[in-house]
């Protein structure tokens, strides 16, 4: 499991109340036209669910925690699934999307799944890098399964991380 030293980021699971949180910091990082929005009501159905949860990325300082990253997460059984992350964009390339995966990874790992899949749009080569970089393998492609500005379609590839 890797360690940043710099920034100090703390990774903590979200609280069932964390749903406006999260709703903030999914705005701030899926904030260009045609991205998909997620309502606090969306990921408060996530925190409460049986074999869901959320992880926050914070940035600590001496005087100040500033949330700057999440990942949501379902199990079922043996399969698992992201669905969905962010970092804000001024935490960008600091290795904290790695860190919130590794941390995703390893407690579905503890709920017993052998694998974990997401979905990645085929015009995210930013996040497809990221997922490759961190061992996840292309398993298949989901024609036009998000839908852009003016209707405009776009397939996303689905992935895999083995846990064992
Ligand atoms: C994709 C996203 C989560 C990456 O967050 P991040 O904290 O900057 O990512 P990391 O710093 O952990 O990057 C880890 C690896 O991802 C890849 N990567 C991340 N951003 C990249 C970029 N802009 N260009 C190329 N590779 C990139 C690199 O392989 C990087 O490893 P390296 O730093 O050793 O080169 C962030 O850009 C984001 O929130 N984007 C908008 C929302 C989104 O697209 N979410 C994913 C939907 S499937």
Redesign the pocket.
């Known amino acids: 499991m890797s360690q940043l030293s710099a920034p100090p980021i703390k990774i903590e699971k979200a609280g069932l109340a964390s749903g406006s949180l999260l709703e903030a910091l999914h705005a701030a990082?899926?904030y260009q036209p045609g991205d998909e929005t997620w309502t606090a009501r969306a990921f408060s159905d996530v925190l409460n669910a049986i074999g869901s949860f959320c992880l926050v990325a914070i940035h600590q300082q001496a005087d100040a925690q500033d949330p700057c990253?999440f990942a949501a997460c379902r199990v079922r059984v043996q399969e698992a699934e992201l669905l969905?992350?962010?970092?804000t964009p001024s935490?960008?390339?600091?290795?904290?999307?790695?860190?919130l995966i590794e941390r995703v990874a390893a407690g579905c790992r503890q709920m017993g799944a052998r694998n974990l899949f997401?979905?990645?749009?085929e015009d995210?080569?930013?996040?497809q890098?990221?997922y490759l970089?961190i061992g996840f393998d292309e398993v298949g492609t989901r024609k036009d399964y998000y839908q852009r500005l003016n209707n405009q379609r776009v397939n996303a590839q689905t992935m895999r991380l083995v846990l064992d």
């Open positions: 990082a899926f990253g969905s992350l962010g970092v935490f960008r390339h600091q290795g904290i999307a790695k860190l997401l979905e990645v749009a995210n080569p930013h996040a890098q990221l970089s």
